[in-house]
């Protein structure tokens, strides 16, 4: 069935297990799926096979693979609600990756910017997986006939490549795939490094200071907002062209709920270090509760084995309805 004859929009997401989640995952990705989660079909994808684009150690993404579960829960998404699954366990992501390839021109990855900056100064260390990362991204989205795809900013242009490959798709071999939308919040959609607010905030960034995980310490917590690169002025005022600012006041917007009236008015003559104290504490206090949520879920390893494995089955009719039709569209079968 495709998204023109369902009565529930269906949502597809996913984050790498590269590394720990941090705040930006938070703000620009899980939180708009649980607070949404009531509205629509959801699936949330850990996806272990972009991660493998970059340099990377086994026993480390397996680790983070099943941490990345455990947060997508701990964070508030409900299992009856929302699949959670791993990538790897469909292999139908990567077959059908292999067959979107073939449709997509190589023009169109080369204007990734994604990967235009992962792959600079790289030399041979740039696989090809992270040239048709995009594709492989296409693939998951296209495979459950997605509607909508809520990401950050940073993945706008993949979900836009991902509608054009379905378009052509769609008009090479026949109406086969839903075209997707990008789903974007208007607050919180970049939330930037701590340490350099001119860079998006990422996982793989080093820097002792420039992220805040989900499972960091609260001591953690508070040196690092505390230590947030600002500039020399006084007001405390949203004025993106004072980014460091910003990015703290954005991120007390997103998790205090405020308007920025009501939160310029609050500071209205404070100091940069009454903001980031007001700032520590709300992120300390969001943080806590998914924290102990996880120690919780953790504590019981089969759990999530069997979470996993069921999501595999309840995704089955849709992956072997999809994969049929695309294998009779285009001559296999
Ligand atoms: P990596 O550093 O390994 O590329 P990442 O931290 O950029 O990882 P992803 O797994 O690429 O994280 O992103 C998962 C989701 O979180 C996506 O929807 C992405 O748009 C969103 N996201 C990532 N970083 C940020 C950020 N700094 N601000 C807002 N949203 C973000
Ligand atoms: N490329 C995304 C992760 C991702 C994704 C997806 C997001 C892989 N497949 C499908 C939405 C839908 C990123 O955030 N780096």
Redesign the pocket.
Known sequence: MTGATRTTKRVF?G??P??GL?L??Y???IRNWVEEQDRYENIFCVVDQHAITVDYDPAQLRSHTRQTVGLYLACGLDPERCTIFVQSHVPEHTELAWLLNCVTPMGWLERMTQFKEKSAGGGERVSTGLFTYPVLMAADILLYQADGVP?????KQHVELARDIAARFNRLFGDTFTVPEPWIRPV?????GFDDPSR??????DGQYHSVALLDEPDQIRRTIMRAVTDSERDIVFNPERPGLFNLLTVFQALSGQSKQEIETHFAGQGYGHLKRELADLVIAALEPIQARYRDITADPARIDQLLARSVARLRPIVDDTMARVRVAMGHR
């Not at 990401?151 to 993945?155: A, M, P, R």
């Not at 919180?188 to 930037?192: I, S």
């Not at 998006?200 to 960034?205: E, H, L, Y």
Request: hydrophobic share 35%; glycine share 18%; proline share 0%.
């Open positions: 997401s984050i790498q590269s590394g941090h930006g995952n703000i620009g990705a990401v950050g900013e940073d993945q919180g959609a970049r939330v930037m998006k905030m990422s996982k793989s960034a």
